[in-house]
């Protein structure tokens, strides 16, 4: 089992940056693909980009590609969400999600039901 924690929310302003950061507990990091989520007040939560365990393969939504890029430091335990370019509708909490690999095939995984496992969020705030 893994446990994960979100940090790095806060407050900015739009086409501001922000970096958010998980990390996760245990040593098998590496064995896990992730991915962030986000939601926002009366929406579902929706994906937002996810990267595969050995970071080869990358993939984020329409909604914030060119502006979000998602990375991972398996030496860390970590996976950052960078945003730039930050609009108010980029305004959610944000999820951090793992999936534990059984077969390493370097896939992503964009569905809110491919992850076993959630952190509790950081919220992001982007005033116009």
């Known amino acids: 089992q893994v446990q994960l924690v979100e940090s790095g929310g806060g407050l900015v302003q739009a086409g501001d940056s922000l970096r958010l950061s998980c990390v996760a507990s245990g040593r098998t990091f590496d064995s896990y693909a992730m991915g962030w989520f986000r939601q926002a007040p009366g929406k579902e939560r929706e994906f937002v980009a996810a990267?595969?365990?050995?970071?080869?393969?990358?993939y984020a939504a329409n909604s914030v590609k060119g502006r979000f890029i998602i990375s991972r430091d398996n030496a860390k335990n970590t996976v950052y969400l960078q945003m730039s370019s930050l609009k108010p509708e980029d305004t959610a909490v944000y999820y951090c999600?793992?999936?534990?690999?059984?077969?390493?095939?370097?896939?992503?995984?964009?569905?809110?039901?491919?992850?076993?496992?959630w952190g509790q969020g950081t919220q992001v705030t982007v005033s116009s």
């Open positions: 990267i595969s365990w050995n970071s080869r393969n990358t």
């Open positions: 999600a793992a999936r534990r690999e059984v077969i390493f095939s370097a896939t992503v995984y964009t569905g809110k039901n491919d992850y076993n496992y």
